[in-house]
Structures are given as C-alpha cells and as structure tokens.
C-alpha cells in the first residue's frame, strides 16, 4: 500500500513541478494554502493526489525542486496509502473477533433424546467443567443455530447446548446455520415437548431430562 501510494503521489507532484515551470498550472488564491493533509484518509490521498506542488511559475524548471517536490509527493502519498491500507485491516480484525452469542435457554432443542457420551467426552463431564472454569465456551465450537418461519431459534448441536444449559451459562457463541445444514438435519426434529427440554440417556435405563 505504502508503494502503490509512493508511486502515485511522486508521479502527481513531479508533473505538478514541470508544469508549474512551464506556467501552465496555478494555485487559485482562494483555495487554502498548503498541502492537503496527509493523514485525512477521507480525501483520498493514498488513491492518486499526493503532495501537490505551489511553485506555479517561479522562474522555470529547477532540478533541485523537482527532486524535493517529487520526494515530497512520495512520502505524502505514501503514507496515506498505508494509514488508509492499515485502517481498513484494523476494522477488518475487529469484525472479525466480534462473535455472534446466545443464551441458552432462547435455543430450543430438535432432538427428543441424546447421549451423555460420544467418544471420550460426555455432556455431563463437559458441564462440569464449564461450571467449574476449566473449561470455556468459547473453547468449543459455536453452536450452529437457525430460526423457523415463527421466529423461534433452534439449534443443530444438541449436546453442547444441553452441557450449557446444565452448566446454567448465560452467553455462548453461536453461528447461524446454512440452509444446507439445517436441510441435512431436519430428520433430527424428533421433540415431543416443543424443544423446551430433552432427555439426556446416560446408561443403564437412567435418563435425566435438560430443561
């Protein structure tokens, strides 16, 4: 960005220079005096205006001038290039670290029964350590979430929003689901309570219901 606007504003102010030499250019006396200042990212001076000459006819073409203005218009341009590069990566970082969150309990569950265990974790296990700190919400994977034609919020992650709600959370992530996903899933919509609980089988014949 920093070369892009070099380039530019070099270009700009050493024609600039040539022409003020030629006296074929001047600065309307109404206008401000002084360049444009480089770090006003609005006016656009890492785009192609750079530093701008005011010698108009001072006495013909002078080497030394045209060096220093073309120098000059490197530097402005420059810079205003790269602030202007460097602001729009710094919003482009913070979207990015903003997440999407939810409280548990506006999700509703599809499924009627799930699992405690799958592999070596158990919903159990992981609201326990999300109750006690060692483990976080934002350590898993956001909870993919999609919206009925009523409004109504559910989710197509049924263990990990049952640990959340054990763990009585009030603010995990959450993505929202593509209509792929939620296409694939639709066999899940099992719940016979309207998704406001789901019963959590843990062995033996035991279940325990989520509310």
């Not at 203005?69 to 420059?78: I, K, M, Q, R, S």
């Not at 997440?99 to 919903?123: C, H, L």
């Not at 009585?168 to 929202?176: A, I, Q």
Request: glycine fraction near 14%; charge should be positive; proline fraction near 3%.
């Amino acid at each position: 960005a920093f070369i892009r606007g070099a380039r530019s504003g070099a270009a700009v102010s050493g024609l600039e220079n040539i022409a003020g030499a030629l006296g074929l250019t001047g600065r309307d006396p109404k206008e401000k005096c002084g360049s444009p200042d480089p770090f006003d990212l609005g006016s656009g001076l890492g785009g192609s205006r750079g530093y701008h000459s005011q010698r108009g006819n001072r006495g013909g073409f002078s080497l030394g001038s045209f060096v220093k203005d073309t120098l000059t218009g490197a530097v402005v341009g420059g810079l205003g290039s790269a602030g202007f590069y460097g602001a729009g990566k710094a919003v482009e970082a913070l979207r990015g670290s903003v997440r999407n969150t939810i409280n548990p309990r506006d999700a509703y569950f599809m499924q009627n029964s799930i699992k405690n265990q799958t592999g070596e974790y158990t919903v159990l296990g992981n609201a326990e350590a999300l109750k006690n700190g060692t483990l976080k919400a934002e350590d898993l994977p956001e909870i993919r979430i999609w919206r009925d034609s009523n409004g109504k919020m559910w989710t197509l992650d049924h263990r990990r929003l049952a640990a959340y709600r054990i763990a009585e959370l009030d603010s995990v992530p959450f993505k929202w689901a593509t209509d792929e996903e939620i296409a694939n899933q639709m066999w899940k919509m099992t719940t016979k309570t309207e998704g406001r609980t789901i019963k959590l089988k843990i062995g033996n014949g035991k279940n325990i219901i989520i509310q």
